[in-house]
């Protein structure tokens, strides 16, 4: 988000990468490709497009808004029962074809909540406070510090950590920028400017890994979020868009289709933690 809270939880997306890099070679340290990078710029460009032009329609903020009526009125009774929206989402080519980085693999989930008695301004006052970050979305925040704040441009920095067989941590540093519309409608964009692996973490001989020749847990992430505050409470939709390295034909299909739906668990977490973070400060508020 933003930074955004997707990342703590999409970070886990390739976790289970780890347990094989000590036992297959072809999982060991490897590089970001230039033409790697490039695919997904071109994935981010093409999805930020889409993004602009959901953003003008009339009466249509959300992502949500332009599903077909059924899925809409489907999907928006769901979140006001207090349940996560998670669904997959792709981006294709200008010719319709599915993009594939060389040597990487795109994430690519839209979440959403919906939180009752809640305004834009409690909402943007939860995701702004990146100082405390590390409260609401741990364990996986072990660390997050707001480096800078130009109005509504942040630079923030996330330790993030993982254990899943193996323990992993990052070092992890964003650009983020928010679009106030109106009263009840901001929209924001985060980007991670920086990821670096660390080695033998929290002992003293802890080091970082050199950028871009690491094991390809998380390379990029890109956040998009949305908030619409109507009926009664407040919509917020984060969607994600993260690179990692891609896996060798020896992992296998059933591996494979195990490590990709590791986002989707990883981001129901992240939106039901904002979903409940935000009740109970209203809860907390109410009592005063």
């Known amino acids: 988000m933003n930074y955004s809270p997707c990342l703590p939880r999409m970070f886990g997306s390739l976790l289970f990468i780890a347990c094989f890099v000590s ?13 790697t990078l490039a695919a997904f710029s ?81 909402a943007l006052d939860l995701v702004e406070d990146y100082d405390h970050h590390q409260d609401i979305y741990k364990p996986e925040v072990v660390g997050s510090k707001l480096v800078s704040r130009n109005g509504d441009d942040f630079k923030m920095f996330y330790r993030l950590r993982k254990k899943k067989v193996i323990t992993v941590t990052l070092n992890t540093d964003h650009d983020v920028h928010y679009f106030r519309v109106d009263s009840t409608h901001c ?6 400017t920086r990821i670096a692996e660390v080695a033998d973490a929290d002992s003293p001989i802890e080091r970082e890994r050199p950028i871009g020749h690491d094991h390809g847990f998380l390379w990029r992430i890109n956040s998009y979020w ?10 917020v939709e984060c969607e994600s868009i993260s690179l990692t390295r891609a896996l060798p034909p020896i992992i296998g299909v059933i591996i494979r289709k195990f ?25 907390a508020a109410g009592t005063k």
Do not use: N
């Open 42 to 122: 071109r994935y981010v460009q093409l999805t930020e497009t889409r993004i602009d032009t959901e953003l003008k329609r009339p009466g249509q903020f959300l992502y949500v808004d332009g599903l077909p009526e059924a899925r809409r009125v489907q999907v928006l009774a769901l979140l006001r029962k207090g349940e996560v929206f998670i669904e997959p989402l792709s981006t294709p080519d200008a010719s319709g074809k599915e993009i594939v980085p060389p040597g990487g693999m795109l994430h690519h989930w839209l979440g959403a909540v919906f939180v009752p008695g809640a305004t834009l301004g409690q």
């Open 226 to 235: 949305r908030f619409d505050e109507k009926d009664g409470g407040m919509y």
């Open 23 to 35: 036992q297959t070679p072809s999982l060991r340290s490897t590089d970001l490709k230039p033409q």
């Open 187 to 192: 929209y924001s964009r985060s980007y991670s």
């Open 259 to 283: 490590v990709t739906e590791i986002p989707r668990e990883s981001l129901q977490m992240t939106m039901g933690s904002t979903r409940s973070t935000l009740l109970a400060r209203l809860q």
